[in-house]
């Protein structure tokens, strides 16, 4: 079965600076991996996804993560964050072979002024 | 316009009472999901499925709780007698990308009291 870990539960930064939200995951199998971002009082929204090819994946608005097998890690990372990307931020890994999303117990991330 | 539709946005019940909660997928797809948020904690999996059948369910889904997709449109979650505990934010998901990448609905919140 798999299983996914964030590491920090709250991560409160200043706006334009960096950010990374980190996650790991375990499985025996081979997996997919998403990010999905949930703005107060909102649904689940798919962030960015690693299903193949390239390990580096982006979003449209400025976040990145990288799939690394070997440290079986899935790190979120933005350059420079804004306001508006307060939200709370899920990691999930889906085995290739399964129907069944995993997801992590959540960072929320907190963008001050 | 929302990809998927879930109704009602929030109810409340007594402890004892059946709940249905609706899900439209607007576009034609095989894959559906429920999946729940209790305040605070993680996203989990409920259920999966496939083609008008359930393909895979979680130690929560026990016997109180029932999915069906009658009319071919509307995807529906029955919950027969609620408790306390069935409290929480539940998702409705359709598949896409051969059931690899899910689409959230805003969520229906259910209070029980």
């Known amino acids: 079965a798999q299983s996914v870990t964030q590491l920090d539960s709250q991560v409160p930064v200043f706006e334009e600076a960096p950010v990374e939200l980190r996650c790991n995951y375990s499985?025996?199998?081979?997996?997919?991996l998403f990010w999905y971002v949930q703005y107060p009082n909102q649904g689940l929204q798919l962030l960015l996804k690693?299903?193949?090819?390239?390990?580096l994946v982006e979003s449209i608005n400025g976040f990145e993560a990288e799939f690394n097998k070997s440290q079986t890690s899935f790190h979120l990372r933005k350059p420079s964050v804004h306001i508006s990307d307060t939200a709370e931020y899920f990691c999930?890994?889906?085995?290739?072979?399964?129907?069944?999303?995993?997801f992590g117990e959540g960072t929320q991330l907190t963008v001050n002024p | 316009e929302p990809e998927v539709t879930q109704t009602p946005s929030h109810q409340v019940t007594q402890m004892g009472q059946e709940v249905i909660l609706r899900c439209v997928p607007i576009s034609n797809h095989l894959y559906f999901y429920w999946y729940r948020q209790i305040l605070g904690q993680k996203v989990e999996f409920l259920v999966s499925f496939y083609n008008n059948e359930i393909s895979e369910k979680s130690e929560i889904f026990d016997d109180q709780f029932s999915v069906e997709r009658p009319d071919g449109s509307n995807f529906t979650l029955k919950i027969r007698s609620t408790k306390l505990e069935d409290s929480a934010m539940y998702f409705c998901a359709r598949g896409t990308a051969g059931a690899n990448v899910l689409t959230f609905g805003a969520g229906s919140r259910l209070t029980v009291l």
């Open positions: 690693y299903l193949s090819g390239s390990t």
């Open positions: 499985s025996s199998v081979s997996v997919y």
């Open positions: 999930a890994v889906k085995e290739t072979s399964g129907s069944r999303l995993t």
